[in-house]
């Protein structure tokens, strides 16, 4: 494992920020859902997440999630996705990288 510096991880924009709406991706090769996120004042921003075999639609509406907003877009079939849904790869599929308690969207991991 390569070390980073504190220079290094500063570079990362990681923002909180709260589902606002999740639809079927049926294009994609893989469960996928296409999921909006309100980042505060870095605005709402799409993805497409494989998070479908662990999370329903209506399980994610709500939930506050971490996101890397400053990678480029992606074109991911026929969708644009504007950030990185953040999560850990398990045998059962991805599980969210979850905030412990609310805090307002936009809020930057420090």
Do not use: C
């Not at 996101?67 to 480029?72: E, R, T």
């Not at 996705?81 to 599929?93: A, K, V």
């Amino acid at each position: 494992m390569q070390e980073i510096s504190w220079s290094d991880f500063e570079k990362v924009l990681l923002v909180a920020g709260t589902v606002t709406r999740v639809e079927a991706f049926p294009e994609a090769r893989t469960p996928a859902w296409k999921v909006w996120v309100d980042f505060g004042d870095y605005g709402e921003k799409k993805t497409s997440a494989r998070i479908a075999d662990l999370y329903r639609a209506d399980d994610l509406v709500g939930r506050q999630v971490i996101g890397v907003l400053n990678f480029p877009d992606k074109q991911i079939g026929p969708f644009r996705s504007e950030f990185l849904l953040t999560g850990f790869h398990t045998d059962d599929g991805v599980v969210l990288a979850a905030v412990e308690r609310p805090v307002p969207n936009g809020t930057r991991l420090a």
